[in-house]
Structures are given as C-alpha cells and as structure tokens.
C-alpha cells in the first residue's frame, strides 16, 4: 500500500509532534506509553495503521468502525504488537446515539483518554452535490457531525487528562485542537 508510505507517516508525525508540542521536548515513543487512545475508523487505512504505532508503543487503544471483523483482527494484532490493552466498539458513526455513548465505553474500558484521534470517513461519492439530499445529509453526518459528538462527550476526560483531540482530515493536511490546560 503505497499511500501508506506517502501519507501515513507525515500524518503520524504531525499528530505526535502536535501532540507533544506544549510538553516542548523531544519525541520519544516511550511518551505514548500507558497513554489513553481512541482511534476512529481504525478497521482499515490509516486508522488501523495508527492504531498498530499506538500499540508499539505500549499504549492502550480502543478502535472503532463499523466492521466487526476488521476490529476484531486490529485489536488482537495490536495486543500482539505490544499494547498495554486493546478493545473495540463496532458501530455506525452515522448514530449520534452511538458515537457518544461510544467515547463514554471507550472511557470506561481504558480508565480515561489521552488522546482522540478523529479518522473516520465515509466513501464520497464522485458527484457529491447530486440532488439526493439523503445522502449528502448522510456524508455530513459521518464527517463532520459526528466529529462534533465526540469531541463534545470525550472533553471531560480530555480535560482531566490535559489530553488532545486529533482529527486526521480529508483535506491536503491535518489539523487538531489542543485541550491542553482548557
Ligand atoms: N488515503 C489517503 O490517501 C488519505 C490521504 C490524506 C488524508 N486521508 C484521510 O485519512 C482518513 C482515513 O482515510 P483512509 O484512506 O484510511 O480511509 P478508509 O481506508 O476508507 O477507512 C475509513 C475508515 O472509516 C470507517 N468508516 C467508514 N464509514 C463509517 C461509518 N459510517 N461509521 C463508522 N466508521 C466508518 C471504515 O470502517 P468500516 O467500513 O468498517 O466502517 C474505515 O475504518 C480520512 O480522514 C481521510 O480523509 C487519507
Ligand atoms: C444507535 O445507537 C444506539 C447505541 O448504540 C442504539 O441503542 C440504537 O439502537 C441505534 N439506533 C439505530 C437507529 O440503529
Ligand atoms: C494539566 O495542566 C495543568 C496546567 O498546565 C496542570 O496544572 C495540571 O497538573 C495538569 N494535569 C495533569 C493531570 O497533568
């Protein structure tokens, strides 16, 4: 997977620079160990790419897609790649319902969270301002709204933590907002 190569790592970069930004230090990978990850559409791509460097480096990561299957595979590669604990949630991200009481499980089941790190994206289709407002409601429900949800349910604990939430958008690069001391 050649996209990989091209994009998976300037991502990684930035969000782990961004990351520790204010902590002014130099990047080690020991940094994210223990830490509290949730990565969204984590069943293929680059979340799952994401999910498998979280998991080096000793975190824990709960994933979420809608793919059972695919989370399954991610989460026991990822307890084998070394993370301090693996779950997932499977669900649509086109339930609000679902998105937030996912973060509040996801919470649960690590103990907290550091880090939200937003992938999840549903296919568009080439013609997106076609006059099927159902599905372009649809779309904007799964890449944006949803990005809204969870945020909003996971700030508490990000608050908490001084943790960051990272969205890994469609456009040519990224950008996050830091939580940090909020
Ligand atoms: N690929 C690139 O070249 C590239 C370049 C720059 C930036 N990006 C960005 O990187 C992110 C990931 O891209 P990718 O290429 O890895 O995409 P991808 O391979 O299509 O993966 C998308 C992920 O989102 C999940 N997903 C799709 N619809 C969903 C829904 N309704 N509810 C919940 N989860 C859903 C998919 O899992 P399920 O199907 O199992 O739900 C999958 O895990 C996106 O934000 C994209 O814009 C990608
Ligand atoms: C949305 O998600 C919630 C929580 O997972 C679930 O109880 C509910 O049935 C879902 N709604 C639909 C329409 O699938
Ligand atoms: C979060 O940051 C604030 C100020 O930057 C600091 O006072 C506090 O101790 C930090 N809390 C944690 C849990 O690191």
């Known amino acids: 997977m050649a996209f990989m190569k091209k994009y ?19 990047f080690r990978p020991e940094m ?17 790419e994401m999910a498998y460097h979280l998991a080096k480096m000793g975190a824990h990561v709960a994933v979420t897609a809608r793919s059972e299957e695919g989370l399954k595979k991610v989460v026991s590669h990822c307890l084998e790649l070394g993370a301090a604990s693996a779950h997932y949630v499977a669900g649509t991200m086109e339930n609000m319902t679902f998105a937030e009481q996912f973060v509040a499980k996801a919470g649960k089941l690590m103990g907290g969270l550091d880090m939200l790190i937003l992938n999840h994206i549903t ?17 904007m429900e799964v890449n944006f709204l949803s990005y809204v949800v969870l945020s909003v349910a996971a700030l508490p604990m990000l608050k908490q ?5 990272v969205v890994v958008s469609s456009m040519a690069g990224e950008w996050g907002q830091d939580q940090r001391g909020g």
């Open 32 to 48: 994210l160990q223990g830490k509290k990850v949730i990565v969204t559409g984590a069943s293929k791509g680059i979340g799952r």
């Open 8 to 26: 998976l790592l300037p991502v990684l970069g930035i969000i782990l620079a961004y990351y520790f930004y204010s902590a002014n230090e130099e």
């Open 123 to 139: 296919s568009t289709p080439v013609d997106l301002f076609s006059d099927d407002i159902q599905l372009v409601r649809r779309i």
């Open 161 to 165: 933590s001084n943790g960051s939430i």
